[in-house]
């Protein structure tokens, strides 16, 4: 198998995620200031990745407990912090029942589209008077990358298909509803363009592409793949890549919602 091949099937590689994607959890140490952990609070980090944030949490005196739907993060997140309390749990059929005084969660519910049963969970696990607090994309998150995408298959021979297409990046207005429809009061919700920097240089397109995005090139050949990724980058060159770095286009929301 030729690196590309390979490449594509290190999506949730535990290892290349803390090496070559250790932004998605350094962005967000102010996210964890949002939360405001308090010692002996019990907080659950829901999709945890490899448990940095947790740490984090944890280091201000909370007891808090990290679950990914990924056994490999949490194999990792247990071998990075082996003192933390790590589970491999789906965040759609949360098991818990008023158990947590906050509910942090950190650029993952945008790969669930079932956020109702998600917000259902967090109600459910939350004890009254409970918060939860998230971050994760919004809407017309990396418009400009989805768009290369789906320009580059095209070209390729593989007309648009909206089923392959991983994400849910909501507006807050449709958020918002939806946890109000399940009995949260919305405290605080902003939608913010935050142009992030990629590792890796020239790399760093192509890391993410792989990473992230690996669901649009399965159809693909080894050789499709790459011409596919040139084409992606030939387009993204002009504005995401300045000085050495690439660039994504995230746009975030940031919510916090109260349990009455
Ligand atoms: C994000 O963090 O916004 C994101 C990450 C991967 C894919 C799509 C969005």
């Known amino acids: 198998m030729d690196n590309t091949a390979a490449d594509f099937k290190n999506?949730?590689?535990?290892?290349?995620?803390?090496?070559?994607?250790?932004?998605?959890s350094e962005l967000a140490a102010n996210l964890v200031e949002l939360l405001s952990p308090k010692p002996r609070e019990c907080i659950l980090d829901l999709g945890c990745g490899t448990g940095h944030l947790t740490h984090k949490i944890a280091s201000l005196g909370a007891e808090v407990m990290g679950i990914d739907s990924a056994p490999t993060m949490i194999e990792q997140a247990r071998k990075n912090y082996p003192h933390l309390d790590f589970d491999v749990v789906n965040a759609r059929n949360l098991p818990f029942t008023e158990k947590f005084d906050g509910i942090f969660s950190n650029a993952v519910l945008h790969w669930i589209k079932e956020a109702e049963e998600v917000i259902i969970g967090i109600n459910k696990a939350l004890k009254p008077g409970g918060r939860f607090v998230a971050e994760f994309g919004g809407?017309?998150?990396?418009?400009?990358?989805?768009?290369?995408?789906?320009?580059?298959?095209?070209?390729?021979?593989?007309?648009?298909?909206?089923?392959?297409?991983?994400?849910?990046?909501?507006?807050?207005?449709?958020?918002?509803?939806l946890l109000?429809?399940?009995?949260?009061?919305?405290?605080?919700?902003?939608?913010?363009?935050?142009?992030?920097?990629?590792?890796?240089?020239?790399?760093?397109?192509?890391?993410?592409?792989?990473?992230?995005?690996?669901?649009?090139?399965?159809?693909?050949?080894?050789?499709?793949q790459i011409t596919t990724l040139a084409d992606i980058e030939n387009q993204l060159r002009p504005t995401l890549y300045k000085n050495d770095t690439w660039f994504a286009d995230y746009r975030r929301i940031r919510v916090i919602a109260m349990k009455p």
């Open 11 to 24: 999506q949730w590689n535990a290892e290349l995620y803390d090496s070559k994607h250790s932004f998605v």
């Open 180 to 224: 109000e429809k399940h009995g949260f009061h919305l405290t605080f919700a902003t939608l913010v363009e935050r142009l992030t920097p990629l590792e890796d240089g020239e790399q760093g397109m192509q890391n993410w592409l792989k990473m992230f995005a690996n669901n649009f090139f399965k159809r693909l050949s080894t050789d499709e």
């Open 139 to 177: 809407k017309d998150n990396v418009k400009a990358i989805v768009s290369a995408i789906s320009s580059a298959l095209q070209k390729a021979g593989y007309p648009a298909d909206t089923a392959l297409n991983p994400w849910y990046f909501p507006s807050i207005g449709e958020y918002g509803s």
